[in-house]
């Protein structure tokens, strides 16, 4: 069975950085489309980023230009850069496979402070 395990989050200042991983186990991880997702208290999950299994990356406006996705296919392992963080950033911070197939990890938290 296929596991996600995200890690990384943490409490931050406005303006720091973070970087995010996400170990897929038990899967051909470089076949998959992989994406971020965040989660906030009353809100649905909403999407991040994305990066094809070829490499082609896609960030949703609210964080292009801030934050980065990339995979390292040998070790299983999809990452989020997240540079220049902004209290909105705050939330749970998922991984998952485009589309959506596998069961949901716990996410990591991250708390950006103003």
């Known amino acids: 069975q296929v596991q996600l395990v995200e890690s990384g989050g943490g409490l931050v200042q406005a303006g720091g950085s973070l970087r995010l991983s996400c170990v897929v186990s038990?899967?051909?991880?470089?076949?998959?489309?992989m994406g971020w997702y965040r989660q906030t208290p009353g809100k649905q999950r909403e999407f991040i980023a994305r990066?094809?299994?070829?490499?082609?990356?896609l960030h949703d406006a609210s964080v292009k230009g801030r934050f980065t996705i990339s995979r390292d296919n040998a070790v299983n392992t999809l990452y989020l850069q997240m540079n220049n963080l902004k209290p909105e950033d705050t939330g749970v911070y998922y991984c998952?496979?485009?589309?959506?197939?596998?069961?949901w990890g716990q996410g990591t938290q991250v708390t950006v402070s103003s």
């Open positions: 998952n496979q485009i589309p959506n197939n596998l069961n």
């Open positions: 038990g899967s051909i991880f470089s076949t998959y489309d």
């Open positions: 990066i094809s299994s070829s490499g082609f990356r």
